[in-house]
């Protein structure tokens, strides 16, 4: 009589499927949990990235031409007024730029918005932005140069009713039609610096003619009970002088050139 074997029987092929099933969905399921956390970990770090990158100002700007840290503050009120005679036939566009530190910039600009402006002046008052540390020549160059970096070269000075302005000109830009003079001036107590430029003319006097009407012609609207700024134009205005069209020419030019090119008096 042969002896009953004692080995346990074999699980049913059910079981073992379900055994199976059951550990590749274990598997599954710990891989997804640590694919979520490490794209959990991945965002949260663009997150803090993103908030960084636009507190020290890395962010492109929304607005062509406005530099990063910047708003155009639509519906504000201009600060300041400026006439020139000589650009009626000029599309003229006026832009209040606020800093989230502070700052404030009223830009006046004729010509195209889409080109550089044939004529620009902007006063910017300065807040607690790095900004208004920066240097004052590589930022004109920026707004003024229209194929990339560009360099400076003086151009002569001019006297205004705020006193002396040294003009520049892009390196190697004509001395006749086609060239510009830029120009900035600042000014420590209220803070601010007032810069632009202008392409209006066929000769570099012709323009230092026009930078000098610019300034002289700037007036002050607003203040927004600020004292400082308010006395800086008063002052300003007891040195006035006149010039434009009704200005004869001679006097024009010898008020603004004559910094640049002084009149000597008397026998040497």
């Known amino acids: 009589m042969h002896p009953v074997s004692a080995s346990p029987p074999s699980p049913p092929r ?20 640590r694919l979520f956390a490490y794209v959990g970990a991945l965002v949260l770090i ?6 960084l990158w636009q507190q020290i100002g890395g962010l492109e700007p929304t607005e062509p031409g406005v ?7 639509d519906g504000a009120v201009p600060a ?6 000589d650009q009626l036939d000029k599309s003229a566009t ?17 010509g195209e918005p889409s080109d550089r402006a044939l004529t620009e002046l902007e006063v910017y008052r ?4 790095r900004e208004a540390t920066a240097d004052p020549a590589a930022d004109l160059a920026r707004r003024m140069a ?9 151009a002569g000075v001019i006297d205004s009713k705020f006193g002396t302005v040294g003009l520049l000109r892009l390196t190697g830009a004509p001395d006749g039609p086609g060239g510009c003079l830029g120009f900035f001036k600042g000014i420590h107590t209220p803070g601010l610096r007032i810069s632009g430029w202008s392409c209006q003319g066929v000769s570099d006097p012709v323009r230092r003619a026009a930078v000098g009407c610019m300034l002289n012609r700037l007036t002050l609207l607003s203040a927004d009970r600020e004292t400082d700024l308010v006395a800086l134009f008063a002052r300003a205005e007891r040195k006035h002088a006149a010039c ?6 001679n006097a024009a030019a010898d008020w603004v050139t004559s910094a640049d090119d002084p009149r000597l008096r008397g026998a040497l």
């Not at 199976?20 to 949990?33: G, K, M, P, Q």
């Not at 300041?80 to 005679?85: K, Q």
């Not at 229209?146 to 003086?154: I, K, N, Q």
Request: net charge negative; charged share 15%.
């Open 146 to 154: 229209v194929d990339g970096p560009a360099v400076f070269e003086t």
């Open 94 to 110: 006026y832009t209040v730029l606020h800093h989230v530190e502070g700052g404030r910039k009223d830009v006046i600009r004729w």
């Open 126 to 129: 300065f807040g607690g932005e």
């Open 244 to 249: 434009g069209p009704g200005i004869p020419a």
């Open 67 to 73: 530099r990063p840290g910047w708003t155009i503050a």
């Open 46 to 51: 663009g997150i803090l990235t993103l908030a």
């Open 80 to 85: 300041y007024a400026l006439r020139l005679s």
């Open 14 to 33: 059910t079981a073992s499927f379900l055994l199976a099933l059951e550990s590749v969905a274990d598997e599954v399921c710990a891989t997804l949990a």
